[in-house]
């Protein structure tokens, strides 16, 4: 295992009081309707968990898996389906959750799927927004944080499937030997 040093980006505290307003947005916005919550996961676990605690309004919930990254800190742009959508998107509200949105391949992959299912409309909630990498345009409705730089661990997100038990959201730095 390599060696890293971490530093605090996100608070839990500062996580916890942006998820709750997201949740309010979100609620208010769909005040009236059922909405179909659809988790990319592995790293969105914990803040689509505390998002729909923090929600007033029906919601179904599904999970997708795709994978883009393997095992490394950047993107390949070919995006695998591991896990597709069970539940009928037709006719429906649907919001993606994602925790974090990087080069945009495998968010516009999903909103490519999700359409073609014919959804009434697809909007995106995102925990951070990673921009300065992103490769593809994609809408983000929600966005919890924005995030200039550096590879980012804790609140479910990962390097290697380690660090998502981290309560904050730190930038994760690898020592050189």
Known sequence: MKDFTKEVLFSRDAIQSRVQRLAEEIS???????????????????????????MDIPVKVDFVRL??????????????VLKG?????????????????????????????IKAKNADSVKVCALLDKSERRMVDVPIDYTGFTVEQGFVVG??????????????????????V
Request: glycine share 10%; aromatic share 14%; hydrophobic share 40%.
């Open 28 to 54: 208010r916005d769909y005040h009236g309707k059922e909405l179909l919550l659809i988790g990319v996961l592995n790293g969105v676990f914990m803040f689509f968990s505390d998002l729909v605690k923090y």
């Open 85 to 113: 959508i069970e539940l009928s998107v037709a006719g429906r509200d649907v919001l993606v959750v994602e925790d974090i949105v990087d080069t945009g391949y495998t968010l516009d992959a999903l909103i490519k799927i």
């Open 155 to 176: 609140y479910g997100l990962d390097y290697d499937e380690q660090f998502r038990y981290f309560q904050d959201i730190y930038t994760l730095h690898e020592i050189s």
């Open 67 to 80: 994978a883009s990254y393997g095992s490394g800190t950047t993107s390949s742009g070919d995006v695998r």
